[in-house]
């Protein structure tokens, strides 16, 4: 049923009057957006005396370097993510209750701990006990157990997602649950979850920031230990403040920019899935058991 039969379309009026909205709001955000800047500029914090560190070789290395290292702690957490999200995913989804319930256990508990919580716990509270873990540990173990809790249900949410009487008629069939998961059911709810597992790896990055806290060396412990406090530059906080940020802006636009990319890429055509044999026999029945329209790609095996 189309939105169209639900709702009433706006009218002329409506239109005028939505356009109006949208213009009075981006008049009001540009005049604060100008009023900060105004402000900024008003207090010398655009002087080329406070900029002056953009200059220095030293500082631009260890600008890169920071960077590399935020990149690989987001590399490292955000594969540790996805391993450990489908691992608790496929537990919450399991029928038998001595899997389901501890992993739901797993997947609410680390949920509910902030994250900078998780980084403090590993870093100070196991350190103090010899635990020995470094802070690239620390931030990556931690970034792995929340946000791999969230994907979990971004995974299982998307499982779900995919109509009933497809799961159905593969057990009527005599597939086993494994097989059915891996050919029926992960390929169709891949394209719906892409998206936002992207949007959640975007989050992911983000949170590399909490690190300097547990004296990470990323790009926020950089700009605020090595140029922020520097009396030789008029102490820049501000500046390195608004440059980490910029940086930052730029890594989480592009992996929006991806998302949207693979979210249109889907919509314009669908995966060729290309099956042999028995395997390409089963899901075609499957599909016309469930209702479901098969696409090309499906190939049978003419020597048998």
């Known amino acids: 049923m189309s939105a169209s039969v639900l709702t009433d379309l706006p009218g002329p009026k409506a ?14 955000i540009l005049g604060i957006l100008g009023f900060v800047i105004y402000r900024l500029a008003a207090s010398g914090q655009f002087d080329p005396e406070l900029w002056s560190w953009l200059e220095y070789q030293q500082i631009q290395l260890g600008i890169l370097s920071a960077l590399l290292t935020t990149l690989e702690a987001f590399a490292v957490g955000a594969v ?13 989804l399991s029928e038998h209750r001595w899997v389901r319930i501890p992993a739901s256990f797993i997947v609410e508990l680390f949920r509910a701990i902030p994250l900078l919580v998780l980084m403090f716990m590993f870093y100070f509270g196991f350190n103090s006990f010899g635990a020995g873990f470094s802070p690239f540990v620390a931030v990556v173990v931690s970034l792995m157990l929340y946000n791999g809790s969230v994907l979990a249900e971004i995974f299982r949410a998307g499982i779900l997602a995919v109509p009933h009487g497809q799961s159905e008629a593969a057990y009527a069939l ?7 998961m891996l050919l029926i059911l992960l390929p169709q709810a891949l394209r719906a979850m892409l998206p936002t597992i992207i949007s959640q790896l975007v989050v992911l990055l983000k949170d590399t920031a909490l690190g300097s806290l547990v004296l990470f060396q990323e790009l926020l412990y950089y700009f605020r230990q090595a140029i922020g406090g520097q009396l030789e530059f008029g102490q820049p906080a501000v500046p390195s403040a608004i440059s980490v940020a910029a940086i930052y802006v730029v890594m989480c636009l592009l992996l929006s920019w991806l998302a949207t990319y693979l979210e249109k890429r889907n919509r314009r055509s669908k995966k060729r899935v290309v099956l042999e044999g028995p395997e390409a026999e089963q899901v075609e029945q499957i599909a016309l058991a469930s209702g479901t329209e098969v696409s090309g790609g499906i190939q049978h095996d003419k020597k048998q």
Do not use: N
Not at 80 to 92: I, K, Y
Not at 174 to 180: A, I
């Open 80 to 92: 540790l993510a996805l391993v450990f999200g489908a691992l608790l995913a496929a537990g919450r």
């Open 174 to 180: 005599g597939m086993r649950k494994t097989r059915v």
């Open 15 to 28: 239109r005028a009057r939505h356009a109006l909205y949208g213009v009075i709001g981006t008049i009001v």
